[in-house]
């Protein structure tokens, strides 16, 4: 049940949509679109599914090439993060439709039924309709619905989305893990870089229609092919500063420099952007060498257990993810620190010279 996608582009008028994109995608895998809002995840999906023609390219299913054929003739399940149900059915009979639809017996749609809606926190409403639901409820109604259907290919559009944290987590668990023991190729979009780290699998990092990287989901974190990836794989978007490498040292514009083997000493001497998340940045200095960064602190955001702190360095936004809740007013001076070790390298391209070294090391 192999999905490929060969050179497949949607553009719409003078829009391209969708830029030449190849992937192959095995049965059995989760595959994690990720990007920001208009990045391309949902029209990839449409595509895939056949609810959209590619303008160039095709897609084959098993080998057969199904470019042109309709969605109702393949084995797909959607769901959105608008999540869709049949008003005038019951949440029983709304997880029921596909498997009427499939002419399944009537025991073995029961069940089923029943199975899913227990996974999904539904049982006590079977009898009822959508629209007395709330809004989680209904998501949780479209998710069972597509858990029935058995079917090749999943799709789902931030399906969490309206979901609370607690449902989300479970669901984040259990959802990869029953379409992999059926066998079904899942492939789930999302905004967010640390939900994309918790599902695992592959990952897809899209940017205005273009698929930057494709791979294990890990490496494609640890090892971002290039500044663009980087910024998607980060949430806040990862930190970034020009360096100049000479001989046995790093150079920054501020005048201090680091031995060039803390980051990287077999890169060729140059000019590179150092790039560094949010949660590298740390108040107090490491152990060791460190790179101490002078900044003016601009606005503090208060997570609970956490800190993000942006900053102005020279006319650069940065932010720093610190743990723990600070006393910071806005104005101040601050000092941040940065373990080498945690310092990216790309070249004049955008492309990735050097990963970090603890990313390395992983």
Not at 77 to 100: E, L
Not at 242 to 269: C, L, M, W, Y
Request: charged content about 25%; hydrophobic content about 40%; overall charge negative.
């Amino acid at each position: 049940m192999t999905l490929t996608l060969e050179n497949v582009s949607k553009v719409v008028g003078t829009e391209t949509h969708i830029h030449p994109t190849d992937m192959v995608l095995e049965p059995g895998t989760m595959n994690v679109l990720l990007g920001p809002t208009l990045a391309g995840k949902t029209s990839l999906m449409r595509l895939m599914a056949g609810l959209d023609q590619p303008s160039t390219g095709r897609i084959l299913w098993q080998g057969e090439d199904v470019t042109g054929q309709r969605v109702q003739d393949r084995k797909v399940a959607m769901v959105y993060q608008q999540f869709i149900n049949y008003p005038s059915m019951t949440v029983y009979d709304n997880i029921a439709s596909p498997m009427r639809l499939l002419g399944l017996k009537r025991d073995e749609i029961d069940a089923k039924v029943r199975e899913a809606a227990e996974l999904m926190k539904l049982s006590p409403m079977l009898d009822r309709k959508p629209l007395e639901l709330s809004g989680g409820q209904q998501q949780r109604c479209a998710l069972a619905r597509a858990l029935v259907k058995n079917a090749g290919l999943v799709l789902l559009d931030e399906p969490l989305a309206n979901l609370d944290y607690k449902l989300r987590e479970e669901l984040r668990a259990e959802i990869p893990r029953i379409f992999e023991e059926s066998g079904s190729i899942f492939v789930y979009a999302t905004t967010e870089p640390e939900e994309a780290l918790l599902l695992g699998g592959r990952c897809a990092t899209l940017w205005q229609g273009r698929v930057t990287q494709f791979g294990p989901t890990p490496t494609v974190y640890r090892k971002p092919a290039d500044v663009t990836t980087a910024r998607v794989f980060s949430d806040p978007p990862m930190n970034f500063l020009r360096i100049e490498k000479r001989g046995d040292r790093f150079t920054f514009p501020d005048g201090q420099s680091v031995p060039a083997a803390s980051i990287a000493g077999d890169v060729a001497d140059g000019t590179y952007t150092a790039g560094f998340r949010p949660n590298h940045l740390e108040l107090e200095s490491p152990h060791g060498e460190a790179m101490n960064f002078e900044t003016t602190l601009s606005v503090t955001e208060i997570t609970g257990s956490e800190t993000f702190v942006h900053l102005d360095h020279h006319g650069e936004r940065w932010v720093g993810l610190i743990h723990g809740v600070r006393d910071l007013r806005p104005g101040q001076a601050l000092t941040v620190h940065l373990d080498p070790a945690h310092a990216y390298l790309f070249d004049d391209t955008g492309a990735l010279a050097k990963a970090a070294p603890y990313a390395e090391a992983a």
